[in-house]
């Protein structure tokens, strides 16, 4: 079982850049895929960007393609998402989840679930 505590959220006006963090609890951190999902309000929780165990592979949704950057470090148990050129577009709430399988994508259903960070863009 993992814990994952995210932090770095806030505001930031458009073409600002902040940067994420997802810091887990436990020894097999590197077992999991990690991914970043957001939710706007109204919306429906969608995913942003997932890495695999040990960082070969990464995938992100088209939206943020290019802006946003996924990463971890598995001897810190913590995972990152670096984001540029933010949009307005882009305010929602981010989630960190972790799945003990090799990679997940847009339609995983990870078994573990930060609470949250809140980042707002403004224009």
């Known amino acids: 079982q993992v814990q994952l505590v995210e932090s770095g959220g806030g505001l930031v006006q458009a073409g600002g850049s902040l940067r994420l963090s997802c810091a887990a609890s436990g020894r097999t951190f590197s077992s999991y895929a990690v991914g970043w999902f957001r939710q706007a309000p109204g919306k429906e929780r969608e995913f942003v960007a997932a890495i695999s165990r040990s960082s070969t592979y990464t995938y992100y949704a088209d939206s943020v393609k290019g802006r946003f950057t996924i990463s971890r470090d598995n001897a810190k148990n913590t995972g990152y998402l670096q984001m540029n050129r933010l949009k307005p577009e882009d305010t929602a709430v981010y989630y960190c989840?972790?799945?003990?399988?090799?990679?997940?994508?847009?339609?995983?259903?990870?078994?573990?679930w930060g609470q949250g960070t809140q980042v707002t863009v403004s224009s």
């Open positions: 989840a972790a799945d003990q399988v090799q990679m997940m994508g847009p339609s995983a259903r990870p078994d573990y």
